[in-house]
């Protein structure tokens, strides 16, 4: 029978993500405390689970490397290496080649034909090097065992008996490995009694596990009594048994009350609570439901056409007379309104998702560039529509990158000006309105506005007389221009001129925006505010001659009248007085290339802002506010100036949606 593989990417796809997300921060504590043995136990879940998945599959790159992964581990877990810092630093290799082949299978539906060679040499290499470390340092052997086990070799020493460890290796060839196993379990038991195995029971049943496991057996027989009857099983390859003597240091962990009433079965229930318990810990992954995003995009498109029509039934109330056409209107608008709300939930992620890769780009780049920075990170719970989830990764990479190459100083340059050794990077997101807010904050050396200015004049980006009239804050916003970067030398984190300009029209690309506040030998903070979702937005229509546009309403702070003479003509620019400063004043009929009619003594004002920016948008006359629905222009009308997308109004006429980022 021919198995479709393809249609268990996605899933392979989607729980590889999670594991190693989970690999990628434990490998972070680990870092932190190299002793704790349960980080290790969960890197080899991890390793197991995912050899498994991908060698299911057919990716045998990925699981040859997951297999030797394993190798050091288990001899990690076994006390015969001891966790280095060369052994984390090639698990983070491991990590990033797994992260490398995952992307790949989601670009080309393959893992690519990187089989990850060196990478293996160099596990083995370690492992090899490690273990003679070792054993040079100590001929002796040492076993974690948990208390109750404990209990069971000192009885079974005072009634005579002996307790060996057994550590069978099946042949690869072997197809019913749970079945051989319990060939070793019923052939073992005939000679005394099984008081533990690794994995537990239940696990082997299952065959949740490779082709090794661990038995410890009292009994009063030899060991020459057990290899014979262990040989006389087809199918193994190779049998290990160790006499837990007083050759061997017994360390005790999980300091449990013993309970001798318990028979084996019950044991390994409770070692398997344990484990579970311990996993919890350690890992959590959360509860989610996967849905496919197209599905969950026809349903968006439903609620909008829902929208669409309840905006169309709006316009037939005003004409009709009953009563019932009003309640039907407003019960259809009750369920739209949950609808929305509904669909909206179930777009919504966590901002974590982003969040959780940044601990790792931060631990790379500060060893990278000899810097010691503690990242501080709030306000992962967040919740932000997925379409934003997508598209906010890259410029908070950028944003993080450039605080710790051109923020955050050198150890020995923050002690000379008094500061702690150790920089701070902080990343926090809250919800804000209809926006979520992400400040990307160092204590870093601040910007050189003055800087800035230089190399702007010397790269032609503005003359001298504009230099002039520059506010420190317009000086600063310069670093957003296409190609300026105030790095001395190119690296592979900085110089290249490409950055904070890409990091400027991404946001705004979602409608967003991004703000910088920064005071010299202070720090820096980079604000962005996001939308929480791209499909539904409330917004103020209005006219222009015949046309209808819309701005959406939380870019508009005010509406007011304003007199034809009170605006004024400064360099070119039109502004006017509104709460006691100037704003730029914008003719959107002459932006739009609408022609213009008599022009009024009395005009309408649309205040809007973005961040702390205001602007005053001339419009013929106003409508109302009204839910809309944005409807992308398409790739052949994408990048028209001023313009952000359309909608389908009530009488099934086209509104073209201003861009309030471009227009500012």
Do not use: W
Not at 25 to 34: G, H, I, M, S
Not at 53 to 81: K, P, W
Not at 269 to 283: L, Q, R
């Amino acid at each position: 029978m021919d198995l479709d593989i393809n249609q268990y990417i996605n899933i392979f796809v989607e729980e590889s993500k999670e594991h190693l997300q989970s690999l990628n921060d434990v490998l972070l504590e680990l870092e932190k405390n190299p002793s704790n043995l349960e980080y290790i136990n969960e890197i080899f879940r991890v390793a197991h689970t995912l050899k498994g998945m991908s060698g299911t599959m057919g990716f045998t790159n990925m699981a040859n490397l997951t297999h030797d992964m394993e190798n050091v581990l288990q001899a990690i877990r076994n006390n015969e290496v001891e966790v280095s810092d060369e052994i984390i630093d090639l698990l983070f290799e491991c990590f990033d080649a797994l992260d490398t082949s995952v992307n790949h299978i989601i670009d080309h539906g393959s893992e690519g034909s990187t089989s990850n060679k060196d990478l293996i040499q160099k596990l083995n290499k370690l492992l090899s090097k490690e273990k003679n470390n070792k054993n040079n340092y100590s001929q002796r052997h040492t076993m974690e065992l948990e208390h109750h086990l404990v209990e069971v070799l000192n009885k079974a020493a005072q009634e005579g008996l002996s307790a060996y460890k057994i550590d069978i290796l099946l042949k690869e060839t072997c197809m019913l490995k749970a079945a051989r196993a319990f060939i070793v379990f019923n052939t073992l038991e005939t000679f005394g009694e099984i008081v533990y195995s690794n994995p537990p029971v239940e696990d082997i049943e299952d065959e949740k596990f490779d082709l090794t496991f661990s038995i410890m057996l009292i009994t009063s027989s030899i060991e020459a009594e057990l290899l014979d009857s262990l040989n006389q099983i087809s199918e193994i390859e190779k049998i290990e048994i160790t006499l837990l003597d007083d050759s061997i240091d017994i360390i005790e962990i999980n300091d449990v009350e013993p309970n001798t009433d318990k028979d084996f079965s019950e044991f390994h229930k409770e070692d398997t609570k344990n484990e579970k318990e311990t996993h919890s810990n350690v890992g959590k992954i959360g509860k989610t439901v996967r849905v496919d995003i197209d599905r969950l995009d026809n349903l968006m498109n439903l609620v909008s056409e829902l929208i669409i029509i309840k905006t169309r039934m709006d316009d037939l109330s005003g004409k009709a007379t009953g009563e019932n056409m009003t309640e039907a209107i407003e019960y259809l608008e009750r369920i739209t309104t949950s609808l929305h709300d509904a669909v909206m939930k179930v777009r919504m992620v966590p901002i974590e998702r982003v969040f959780n890769r940044f601990p790792r780009l931060v631990r790379d780049l500060s060893k990278e560039l000899g810097k010691e920075i503690d990242l501080q990170m709030s306000g992962e719970e967040t919740e932000v529509d997925r379409t934003v989830i997508d598209e906010i990764g890259d410029p908070l990479i950028h944003l993080i990158r450039n605080s710790i190459d051109h923020g955050i100083e050198l150890p020995k340059d923050r002690i000379k000006i008094g500061k702690p050794e150790r920089g701070n990077l902080i990343l926090k997101s809250y919800p804000d309105g209809n926006n979520v807010v992400i400040e990307v904050e160092d204590d870093g050396k601040g910007i050189d506005y003055k800087k800035i200015v230089r190399k702007a004049l010397e790269k032609g980006l503005l003359t001298e007389k504009e230099a002039e009239n520059l506010s420190i804050e317009e000086s600063i916003n310069l670093l957003f221009l296409p190609g300026f970067s105030t790095a001395e030398k190119v690296s592979d984190l900085s110089g290249r001129g490409v950055g904070l300009d890409v990091v400027k029209s991404k946001i705004e690309s979602i409608n967003g925006s991004v703000e910088v506040e920064s005071v010299e030998d202070k720090g820096t903070k980079f604000i962005i505010r996001i939308p929480l979702t791209l499909a539904i937005i409330q917004a103020l229509l209005i006219k222009l001659s015949d046309e209808i546009y819309a701005i959406p309403l939380s870019s508009v702070t005010e509406i007011v009248n304003i007199s034809s003479s009170d605006i004024r003509d400064v360099q070119g620019q039109e502004i006017a007085l509104y709460r006691g400063k100037t704003i730029p004043v914008l003719r959107l009929k002459a932006l739009l290339e609408i022609p213009e009619d008599d022009v009024d003594e009395d005009l309408v004002v649309v205040v809007v802002n973005k961040g702390e920016k205001q602007a005053g948008l001339i419009v013929d006359s106003l409508i109302g506010q009204q839910e809309i629905v944005i409807k992308s222009l398409g790739k052949y009308l994408a990048g028209i100036k001023y313009i952000s997308g359309a909608t389908i109004l009530g009488n099934g006429n086209i509104s073209l949606i201003l861009d309030v980022n471009s227009l500012i």
